[in-house]
């Protein structure tokens, strides 16, 4: 089946620095990626759909300032949390959907702790 | 309003069968997807069934698709302590889009 995978897996850093994760489908092409967030025993919310070689589009409610997302291949999304802060903390999920399938491939998530 | 309504917790014993049930609002859905999510990981697709379909059975998962009241389930079968998890019951609308998620349901497998 098709493989996502992100890094990192886990990160930690101090509020106020900016971390990027990346996103990458690695046996096939995706002309859109999602991105998710997940706070502890809740539900995956959107957060963007990112397609390729186009803006993000942006769920309401999410800052585009704040969270960076590029698309600038098809295998590969980042989405760089900006000047993080305790709140930011969470589980970020990608998945990724390639032409034609009507499948979305998740990611195993990146856990974000910034103390 | 798109919104994904789901028991939070669901206790069985170790070769009993498994309902967790899911309730949807909107209509127009296409797809409906069932997800499994290990502590700590992040989620499998286990099954999805098109929403001109009322069943799919896949080995010992079997999902039941009842358009008129909006309500899809997963039945798992002789379920085992390794199906222990969370399970997100998820829509999609039409192509392309994202999916819209069910809080979850806490599925606690007991020997």
């Known amino acids: 089946g098709a493989v996502v995978s992100q890094h990192p897996s886990w990160v930690i850093c101090k509020s106020g620095t900016s971390v990027k994760i990346e996103c990458r489908s690695l046996d096939f092409q995706a002309t859109t990626m999602f991105w998710y967030r997940q706070f502890p025993k809740q539900s995956l919310m959107l957060m963007a759909t990112?397609?390729?070689?186009?803006?993000?589009?942006?769920e309401q409610g999410v800052e585009k300032d704040k969270f960076l997302i590029n698309h600038a291949s098809l295998t590969l999304s980042t989405l760089t949390v900006t000047s993080a802060h305790p709140e930011d903390s969470s589980f970020y999920i990608c998945?990724?959907?390639?032409?034609?399938?009507?499948?979305?491939?998740f990611g195993p998530g990146t856990r974000l702790t910034v103390l | 309003g798109e919104d994904v309504e789901q028991s939070l917790f669901l206790s069985v014993r170790e070769g009993d069968s498994s309902v967790i049930n899911c309730t949807y609002t909107?209509?127009?859905?296409?797809?409906l997807y069932w997800y499994k999510q290990e502590p700590g990981a992040g989620l499998q697709l286990l099954t999805y069934?098109?929403?001109?379909?009322d069943m799919k059975q896949d080995q010992r998962l079997t999902v039941l698709l009842n358009k008129k009241d909006k309500h899809l389930s997963l039945r798992i079968a002789d379920t085992q302590t390794g199906d222990s998890a969370i399970y997100f019951c998820?829509?999609?609308?039409?192509?392309?889009?994202?999916?819209?998620f069910g809080k979850g349901t806490t599925l606690s497998v007991s020997s």
């Open positions: 069934i098109f929403s001109n379909m």
């Open positions: 990112s397609n390729e070689g186009s803006k993000a589009t942006y």
């Open positions: 998945s990724a959907r390639a032409p034609g399938y009507n499948e979305q491939f």
């Open positions: 998820a829509e999609r609308m039409g192509k392309g889009t994202a999916l819209i």
């Open positions: 909107d209509s127009s859905s296409t797809y």
